[in-house]
């Protein structure tokens, strides 16, 4: 199944019921899946005028207890942080995907992972944090989707998955999780559903009191980030025990590396990869048990150096870093990660460069 | 005569008002719109299964006044957020409450296209031809020649552009099926007002599609007048560039005289 509709798939599965979108390439696949998808579930699917009304339209849903999503691809991204900024404020549950694309401005719709940044750093305004799940491959897709609506439902904060053109285009075999019970969720005793027997309730981000009530209010939001912080890390090692170096990549890039490293392992290398999931919260502390062992890291992105400064935040001096990283949406073979990672081993500079910290 | 008769209440506030003070500045048009919307409310029966959105602006915080459910929405995207809301939960009463600059400037797309897909959802404008919270400024439905602080001397169309008649666009979406214009500016035109928005709050109870009902609505403070003065301004001088009276009705309710 193509990536872009396993997402659509296993949304519907994982109970979302709203979705609203604008056509952005390379994620188009998606809302078309859904939008004859959701009328076989009696769920709502709305081709919104722009990616700004879309998210908007998304936070209504969520504030009305649904299990909500939007898509998009970069430059899209980028005007939805108005929207995710707010319920990150409003503390409102949804699914943001985002199939990155080159940058910057409308840059090409090549499969490029330019967005980090952008992803964990988020481009809203205020003290807030986004966590951003990175998936590598369909089944991965699938699986993330369900753990990015329960993280949002669970901790009430918008969530990003983060592909890339690569990877909604890409066809795989996936095994989907089963449908859940829609009337098996926690009730949202904070959705707004009339007030019938109850007191009126408001779902806002602004705090306007003179007695510290917005320092309040970001002292509670950091106390749930730090709680996300502690227990919703995921990475996955590939062949990290006895390496000697180790390679660092996320989503598409950690597939390619991986290829290579299986190449290298056959010449006798013992090369391994560290590969983040969760991109927000970084896996800093078990990165920097890797780190301490095998005394060499080597990044590779599809950028040109974002999680780089994640990595250096955890790694620091206890391993040597090197950096090779591509922009513009270019794909490089595991052939041209083999070298890279040789270079890495002697630290001759033919390919990437040493990273001084 | 007896107690019950002798002492029979005539007046009082709207199950759908809090029992609060509002930050309106006095002779504000917004405190009449509000009870105007709630009296309509409690009048349907629909305070306890409503929704409402309101703008980024002065009425910002009307959740504080307001007593039914309520969300904030980004500047101008209140009938995205409404939609959401609505597509989720068509059984509920959605409503937006919107100021000139957050529905006719910042918000325009998201409200001709809520109108144009036909939401079943109602909408308040309220139109004061200038920005209230921000202290004054050019709104897209300053009227030519009229004072603000990024239109001084007045506002120039060579300049500033001219003023925006939204509620003439949102006529045109086949989605609409009822536009009205009123105004906040003389007990006959206050009584117009609230027939207006019961028969758009009807509209959707009906599942008939978009409606709105625009008020013309005093800002003494921004237009440095009097109340009194801000009412009169409206009835001599606003009603000419936006006059009063129904835009578009394809309800076919045979209204009651």
Known sequence: MRGSHVVGEAAVRAGCRFYAGYPITPQNELPEYLSARMLDVGGTFIQGESEIASINMVLGAAAAGARAMTSSSSPGIALKQEGISYMAGQELPAVVINMMRGGPGLGNIAPSAADYFQATRGGGNGDYRTPVLAPAGCQELAELTFVAFDLADKYRTPVMLLGDGLMGQVMEPVVFPDFIDLESLPKKEWALTGCKGREARAIFSMYLGQKGELYYHNLNLQEKYDRITASEQRWETVMTEDAELVVIAYGTAARIAESAIEELREEGMRAGLFRPITLWPFPVAPLRQVAKKCHKVAVFELSLGQMLEDVILSVGERAEIYFYGLPGGIIPTPADVAEFIHSSQKADGKVGRRIEV | ?257
Not at chain 2, 104 to 115: F, P, V
Not at chain 2, 118 to 146: K, R, W
Not at chain 2, 155 to 181: F, N
Request: charged share 20%.
């Open chain 2, 1 to 257: 005569m007896n107690a019950e008769l002798a002492y029979k209440k005539v007046f009082g506030r709207p199950e759908s008002l809090k029992d609060a003070h509002t930050h309106y500045c006095p002779g504000c048009g917004h405190s009449i719109a509000h009870r105007l919307v709630a009296e309509c409310l409690d009048e349907l029966g629909l305070r306890e299964k409503t929704i409402g959105v309101p703008p980024v602006g002065c009425a910002v915080l009307a959740y504080n006044y307001f007593n039914f459910d309520m969300v904030e929405a980004p500047h101008g995207r209140a009938l995205a957020v409404a939609t959401g809301i609505k597509r989720v939960e068509p059984d509920k009463f959605v409503l937006t409450y919107q100021g000139d600059g957050d529905l006719a400037a910042i918000g325009t797309a998201e409200t001709i296209h809520a109108a144009n897909r036909g939401e079943e959802i109602s909408t308040i404008f309220i139109n004061n031809a200038i920005y209230g919270m921000t202290g004054g400024q050019m709104a897209p439905t300053t009227l030519v020649g009229q004072d603000a602080t990024t239109s001084p001397g007045g506002r120039v169309p060579k300049l500033h552009g001219r003023p925006i008649d939204i509620s003439r666009m949102i006529a045109i979406c086949e989605g609409t099926v009822y536009v009205e214009r009123c105004a906040i500016s003389s007990i006959k035109n206050i009584r117009r007002a609230k027939k207006a928005i019961k028969k758009s709050f009807q509209c959707q109870l009906d599942g008939l599609g978009f409606s709105m009902v625009e008020l013309l609505s005093p800002c003494p403070t921004n237009w440095k007048l009097t109340p009194k003065d801000a009412w009169a301004w409206i009835n001599d001088v606003m009603v000419k560039t936006y006059p009063l009276g129904v835009i578009k009705d394809s309800t076919g309710y045979e209204d009651k005289k």
